[in-house]
């Protein structure tokens, strides 16, 4: 029977036997600390030219978690964050404590070595140990070696064992991160001003979703956590602290699981002062471009089996364009929504006898459309009864100056002229609050304080939210949102 065959509590037996072992021997199984030197890609870098069967005077310290081990413990392969090392360690020349040691390590565990830098005739850089120190003995054995983290439930559930199994997991963990940093210095190159707006609002607001409610003991009243940060962003922005503010963080939005839908996820919003939507679809592909190249060192990329291309020129077509592409219908020449809501429904659509004319129009785009934007599209013109704090368009008051960025048929970004006018944002807000009347427990509530800061003056103002995760997963090929969130929402267990 294999270790891995064997019922998880009797492996922890064991190994706590080995743990009173190593008290017995008056070795602390749990030290403070290592002086470690160097890391294993360190190593591999520092020494890539070093010949087979060369011996170096170099001493180095390195620590990590053991991976395999053979031949009594004579070779042991650790990994550290960087990478693996081998650890030799000669059973004529060792102590008899280091090979009471070596008795009592398992895979898993952390140790710390010192020892000099040589490479084996079979070309294997490795280090001979001079000394070796337990730093943590673990209970439970990392799954096995070769086949790795299958489990979905374990992986999502128990993240560091997939992190300890599966270099995919970290590597896209890591560069979620790299992305991020990317992201920071290019809205930072921009002179954009990074800031931290509240994450429990009085009274949720900028975006059309269904809040997180939770209750402050303290002050007696109800909160939500934020689905989007972006009125006070506009605060900001009317308060004169930047011409360019942006933000990075959490948003919570009371909805159902999938794989492109966490209820906690990340996003970047911004808004420029004199800037309108044409603005910020220049900034979107410059942001994705720069991030690419950055990180990735590309444009170009394969998500499942689609080649996507991030170089501009993105297409650009207004939504009522593309819905009558795919369908024939010219839903713009609709007066009423009556009309329209019959026009969907001679489409196959389904949609509510009272939908708006531009919830029709969404629907059908939902449809009819989304699934094909495969590479970067900008969808503009977005209905004006969809999109209550966007400016009206210049050209058709039925929609507004707003655009959604879709790659791999997934939407991506969400920008707007944003809207400045304090009394078409007041009755904008009305218009959302008989929606929220009718039983849309999604529209907008009333926020007489922004309005108020409106009345103080918004100038001309671009806005712009990217949601970090989708745009993770898109570089990444993640075929899920929980592969690139650390730590995913997950039904508890009973």
Not at 87 to 116: A, C, P, Q, R, Y
Not at 364 to 378: A, N, S
Request: aromatic share 8%; charged share 30%.
């Amino acid at each position: 029977m294999t270790e891995h065959t064997r019922p998880e509590n009797e492996l922890r037996d064991i190994r706590l036997q080995k743990v009173a072992a190593l008290r017995e021997k008056g070795i602390n199984p749990y030290p403070y600390s290592f002086k470690r030197t160097t890391t294993a890609a360190e190593i591999q870098e520092k020494y890539k030219d070093l010949a087979a069967d060369e011996v170096t005077e170099d001493k180095v310290s390195i620590a990590g978690r053991i991976r395999s081990i053979r031949n009594s413990g004579m070779f042991i392969d650790i990994l550290d964050e960087s990478g693996n090392m081998q650890l030799f360690s000669s059973m004529k020349e060792i102590d008899e404590d280091l090979k009471g040691l070596l008795d009592l390590l398992d895979l898993g565990d952390w140790i710390g070595v010192t020892g000099i830098v040589r490479r084996t005739k079979r070309g294997e850089l490795t280090v001979n140990v001079d000394a070796l120190e337990l730093l943590s003995k673990t209970l439970l054995p990392p799954p096995e070696k070769y086949h790795g983290l299958a489990d979905i439930e374990t992986k999502y559930r128990q993240r560091y064992v997939d992190l300890i199994a599966n270099e995919e997991s970290r590597d896209r963990l890591r560069k979620r991160s790299q992305i991020i940093a990317a992201i920071r210095v290019f809205l930072g190159e921009q002179g954009f001003l990074e800031v931290e707006t509240p994450m429990l609002h009085t009274i949720p607001g900028g975006a059309i979703a269904k809040p997180f409610t939770t209750h402050h003991n303290a002050l007696d009243m109800k909160l939500y956590l934020r689905i989007a940060p972006e009125l006070f962003l506009k605060r900001l922005i009317v308060g004169g602290l930047s011409d360019k503010v942006f933000e990075m963080n959490r948003c919570f939005r009371n909805e159902g699981l999938s794989p492109r839908h966490n209820p906690e996820f990340t996003s970047m919003e911004l808004y420029q002062a004199y800037a309108d939507y044409h603005d910020m679809m220049r900034l979107t592909e410059d942001l994705f471009q720069y991030v690419a190249q950055r990180v990735f060192g590309t444009l170009k990329f394969t998500y499942g089996e689609k080649e996507l291309d991030l170089g501009s020129p993105w297409r650009q077509k207004s939504m009522l364009d593309l819905v009558k592409e795919a369908t024939g219908v010219d839903f713009n020449e609709f007066k009423t929504a009556k009309e329209a809501v019959v026009a969907a429904k001679g489409l196959g659509v389904f949609v509510k006898d009272s939908d708006s004319w531009g919830k029709v129009v969404e629907t059908v785009f939902g449809e009819k459309v989304e699934h094909t934007l495969t590479q970067p599209t900008h969808v503009t013109d977005l209905p004006l009864d969809i999109s209550p704090l966007a400016k009206v368009h210049r050209h058709n008051p039925r929609l507004t100056e707003r655009f959604e960025s879709y790659i791999n048929c997934w939407e991506v970004a969400n920008a707007f002229s944003e809207l400045t006018d304090p009394v078409d944002q007041r009755e904008r807000f009305e218009a959302q609050v008989k929606d929220r009347e009718s039983g849309d427990d999604e529209a907008h509530h009333m926020d007489h304080d922004f309005i108020t800061a409106l009345e103080y003056g918004l100038p001309p103002s671009g806005g712009l939210g990217i949601g970090i995760d989708r745009m993770v997963m898109l570089l990444t090929n993640a075929p899920s949102i929980r592969d690139v969130i650390s730590f995913p929402t997950m039904k508890p267990k009973d």
